[in-house]
């Protein structure tokens, strides 16, 4: 008797770990190109490369709900100036921006943004691990740039590259 209460058991409990086994839908975002986690650095006309000292941040792009591929939210979660807006892309020719002002979501600090001359460029870069990885370029200003650098209608020339998630290409 007890033999078979242990068959049942052990039958039960496979019973249960294949009902819970689903395969995941897997779809692809219609801004596959533009998706990414990328480090970035801030650099100035005048006041050179890196004029604020924060070296390379890390910028997120990700598509919007509607997945339209018309555009996509463009963040840095706090990592140098604090911003969220939703910018323009074009597929064919991996370009993303526009020179319309848009409002950052971010709570407390709405301040305005304009990203243009984005463009992604495929397999550009070679990091320490070998790995082959987009690059990224974009224009942008702040409503409040103007406060830090002094310069009337301001802007910060981005650039920099695709993560890779191996840890030897991790900035230092």
């Given amino acids: 008797m007890n033999r078979i209460y242990l068959y049942a058991i052990i039958f039960s409990f496979f019973g249960i770990l294949s009902g819970c086994q689903e395969d995941p839908e897997i779809w692809d975002s219609s801004t596959a190109d533009f ?16 004029p604020f000292g924060e070296g390379l941040t890390t910028l997120y792009t990700y598509n919007t709900a509607s997945n339209d ?36 979501i971010i709570d407390g600090y709405e301040i305005k943004v304009i990203v243009n001359n984005g463009k ?14 987009d690059s990224i370029y974009f224009e942008v200003w702040f409503e409040d740039l103007q406060d830090a650098t002094e310069i009337e209608n301001d802007k ?17």
């Fill in 120 to 133: 992604i460029i495929k397999n550009a870069v070679e990091l320490p691990s070998g790995a082959i990885v």
């Fill in 35 to 50: 998706d990414g986690n990328w480090y970035v650095q801030y650099n100035h006309e005048t006041l050179g490369e890196d």
């Fill in 69 to 104: 591929g018309a555009e996509i939210w463009f963040t840095d979660e706090g990592g140098f100036w604090d911003y969220k807006v939703r910018i323009p892309v074009n597929q064919a020719s991996l370009t993303f921006g526009s020179t319309s002002e848009v409002t950052s």
């Fill in 156 to 172: 910060l020339i981005v650039g920099g590259h695709r993560k890779s998630g191996f840890e030897e290409d991790e900035p230092h």
